[in-house]
């Protein structure tokens, strides 16, 4: 059974920076793609960054590229994603999500999902 749990959440302020973390169980396979996507109060779910297990391909959203980065620690099985620079606009509830195998931005690919984190961001 695979368990996605997050955690690193929290409040910061503008021009602050976090990271987030992703302890995964019950992955199987070294093919497995992590992703990390976040909610806007209000808005639809955004695609933030997914890496490949063997963090040799990584992927970015617009709206983070060159402000964040996607890492795996394999011993621990577990993702991380720091965000620098954070803005308001980064408010949002973030997910970490698994697929097996695709480095996408579409939600609609990924199997598994976290029950998510909380980050706010003050101005």
């Known amino acids: 059974q695979v368990q996605l749990v997050e955690s690193g959440g929290g409040l910061v302020q503008a021009g602050g920076s976090l990271r987030l973390s992703c302890a995964a169980s019950?992955?199987?396979?070294?093919?497995?793609?992590m992703g990390w996507f976040r909610r806007a109060p209000g808005k639809e779910r955004e695609f933030v960054a997914a890496?490949?297990?063997?963090?040799?391909?990584?992927l970015y959203g617009d709206s983070v590229k060159g402000r964040s980065t996607i890492s795996r620690d394999k011993a621990k099985n577990t993702v991380y994603l720091q965000m620098n620079s954070l803005k308001p606009e980064d408010t949002g509830v973030y997910y970490c999500?698994?697929?097996?195998?695709?480095?996408?931005?579409?939600?609609?690919?990924?199997?598994?999902w976290g029950q998510g984190t909380q980050v706010t961001v003050s101005s």
């Open positions: 890496i490949t297990w063997s963090g040799i391909s990584t």
């Open positions: 019950g992955l199987t396979s070294s093919m497995y793609v």
């Open positions: 999500a698994a697929n097996r195998g695709i480095v996408t931005w579409s939600a609609a690919a990924y199997d598994y």
